[in-house]
C-alpha cells in the first residue's frame, strides 16, 4: 500500500507541475482559429527577407496573423530580428546587444534592401489589424527587454500575445502583465539540446516548468509531442503549432490545433475547434 501511495503521490506532483494556467474567452477570441506568417509572410529565398518591413506589410495585405522575434540592442532599441547571431542573416558574426540600432542599420538582411526593423515600426503597420504571437529573445538584458515589450504592447493595444523558450521571461509576464495571453514555446530535447544543458532541454520538453510560469498556450514543434506535453494538453492550454511548411497539410493541422505558424505557402484560412 505505502508504495502505490507513494507513486499516486508522485503522479500528482507531476501533474501539478505541468499543469498550465487558463485565459478568459476574451484573451484566446483574437488567435484561435488563425494562421500566422512565421516572421512575416517572407520568401524562403529571401528575395522579400524574413522579419523585414515588406514581409509583414504582405501578412497583413494577405489577411495572416503574423509571429515575430524582439531583442534589445546595446542602446536600449527594440528590433525585430530572430537570430542569436547576425552571421546568417547579414554576415557578422556578432548579437544584436553588441550595436546600437544606427550601428545595425548599415547591415543589410540577406543582402536586399531591407534593413533589421524597430519593433515599433512593425507595429504601426499591424495597426492592430491582425494578431501578433511576439516571442521575446532570452539573454543578459532580458528583463529590460520584457519590461520595454510590455510598455510598447500596452501602448499599442492591438491583439498581441507574448511568448519565450525561456521560463523566465513567461513568469515575467504572469508577475507584471497578467492580463495578456501569454505561452510557452517548446520542442523536443533533441534540438533544444543545442543550446541549452540536458537537464533543462528535458525539462523544457516535458513542460516541467510550467509550476512556475503556468502558460495559457502552449506552441510546440511540429512533431511528436512527449506525454507531459499530451497531458497538459488536455488541460486546456490553447495548442499553437510550429512551423507548418507543407500546405497539404494545413487543414489537418488547424483541425487539430487552436493556431497554426506556417511559412513558404499561403494558406486557406481555417477554423480550428
Known sequence: MGWFCALALLVG???????????????????????????????????????????????????YGAELDVQRTRDGQIVVFHDDSLKRACGVDKAIRDFTYEELQSFPLFGTQARIPLFSEVLQIFDGKQPLIVELKYGPDWELLSEATRRMLDEYGGPACVESFHPAMVRWFKQHDPKRLRGQLSEAACFSRKHVKWYLAFMMSRLLTNCLTRPQFVAYRLGPKPLSVRLCETMGPMKVLWTAREPGDHARLMGENHAVIFEGYRPVEGKAP
Open 13 to 63: 506532483l507531476w501533474l501539478l507541475m505541468i499543469a498550465p494556467g487558463r485565459a478568459s474567452r476574451a484573451q484566446r477570441v483574437p488567435f484561435e482559429g488563425r494562421a500566422f506568417a512565421h516572421r512575416g509572410l517572407y520568401e524562403l529565398d529571401e528575395t522579400v527577407p524574413e522579419n523585414s518591413l515588406e514581409a509583414f506589410r504582405r501578412a497583413v495585405a494577405a489577411g
